[in-house]
């Protein structure tokens, strides 16, 4: 019960990986496995960075900032992708609340 | 072997069982292994028997050679009614179905409820939904939902001298990553089965008849068999995209899109939880992993006769 009351609380001020959660690194690519919904993911190369940067003590902004660093061309697309990609593990249940 | 046949029959069968044999003659038992699935269907009627042993006769053979326990029990009873045909049903493992028409329409049934139960007794192993079959390099995998044209794609391959290990389970040995042979007779609906005859000189059907949905369905054997013991190292995984007047090419797939693919389509994954991933992605990492695209399908087993070297 109190694992799915941190799944419905799940926003993006501080995002954080949840812990049920499994990773496994499959020729470079990051695999996720979710045992509770049954699913596998398989994270491209900008999805996985921002599953690494979800440690539950950088915020959005936060995580913008330090893709934007690798990156400081992009930054309009790499905000879309860090809203996105965030809004989906989030809807996918991968993340815990804050 | 009758009596301790019905002795050994459980449940509700054995009660059927019982009224039958004041009807019709005693049943008496055919055993099928399925790896260490040990199967009884017994049966009052003598058709179904003979059918039965003609779509397992592989799995039949290997049943004979010692002393089988079986886990797994079914019956299929004739009850025949004054003036008119008999009918068939089906009681075994808490299920029962039926009355069907036919014998033939009756097994047919009874294979699928076989396939259940094996793959529910070898769950220790991480099954696949996909068609298997053997080149000299290694074990092929062939993942997809029904209607991809799995068991089409595989028996084209057995008739082209790939061995069989089967057209609906990957049994992957925990241990070794192996696959186990799960040796069930091959079925094809009426699609696959007239382009099958369209590119291959096929044999007869073993049995054909009509599932309960109303899809006719056809049974074969294959030519080759992989060893009832055997363990065939998985060397290719190749997911069958069916396009209209595409030419057949493989096409590399990414391993992690392949233990997606791998995963999508277990039938256990989440009893092994992240173990089963893990072994999934061990096979991905060990193999080489396609898209066949293609259209006709012979063009289709040629490119992978031409690219496994068989």
């Not at chain 2, 290990?165 to 079925?187: G, N, Q, T, Y």
């Amino acid at each position: 019960m109190t694992e799915l009351k941190e799944e419905s609380r799940s926003d993006l001020s501080l995002p954080r990986r949840a812990h049920h959660v499994t990773e496994r690194i499959v020729d470079g690519e990051l695999v996720l496995y979710d045992p509770r919904r049954r699913r596998v993911h398989a994270l491209n190369a900008t999805a996985a960075f921002i599953w690494q940067t979800c440690d539950g003590e950088r915020d959005q902004a936060s995580i913008l900032a330090t893709l934007t660093g690798r990156y400081p061309d992009s930054r309009e697309a790499i905000e879309a992708d860090v809203r996105e990609t965030l809004a989906l593990f989030i809807s996918e249940g991968l993340l815990a609340s804050a | 072997m009758p009596s301790s046949a019905r002795q050994r029959v459980g449940g509700e069968s054995r009660q059927a069982v019982g009224r039958a044999r004041t009807q019709q003659a005693p049943p008496s038992s055919v055993f099928i292994r399925l790896l260490s699935c040990v199967v009884e269907v017994a049966s009052n009627c003598a058709t179904v028997r003979r059918i039965v042993t003609a779509l397992y006769r592989s799995a039949m053979n290997r049943a004979s050679e010692s002393a089988v326990v079986p886990t797994v029990h079914f019956a299929i009873l004739a009850d025949g009614q004054a003036g008119a045909g008999p009918t068939y049903r089906i009681c075994g493992e808490g299920v029962t179905a039926g009355p069907f028409a036919s014998a033939a329409d009756a097994v047919v049934h009874l294979e699928s409820m076989i396939t259940m139960a094996a793959a529910v007794s070898l769950a220790d192993h991480v099954l696949v939904h996909a068609g298997v079959v053997a080149s000299p390099a290694g074990g092929i995998v062939i993942p997809g939902a029904s209607g991809a044209g799995k068991s089409t794609l595989v028996a084209a391959l057995c008739f082209s001298g790939f061995r069989y290990l089967s057209d609906e389970l990957a049994v992957i040995d925990r241990e070794s990553l192996a696959l186990h042979p799960f040796v069930k007779p091959m079925c094809l609906k009426d699609g696959g089965w007239s382009a099958l005859a369209a590119a291959y000189a096929r044999p007869p059907a073993v049995l054909s008849g009509t599932r309960a949905e109303g899809e006719a369905v056809h049974f074969l054997l294959p030519p080759k068999v992989c060893e009832a013991d055997g363990q065939t190292r998985i060397r290719y995984v190749l997911r069958p995209e069916r396009q209209p007047g595409a030419s057949a090419r493989l096409v590399r797939s990414a391993r992690a899109q392949t233990l997606m693919d791998l995963a999508q389509h277990s039938l256990n994954l989440p009893r092994h939880g992240p173990a089963g991933v893990d072994l999934l992605a061990r096979v991905v990492e060990g193999a080489e992993c396609y898209t066949l695209i293609y259209d006709d399908l012979a063009c289709a087993v040629a490119t992978i006769q031409n690219f496994t070297g068989a």
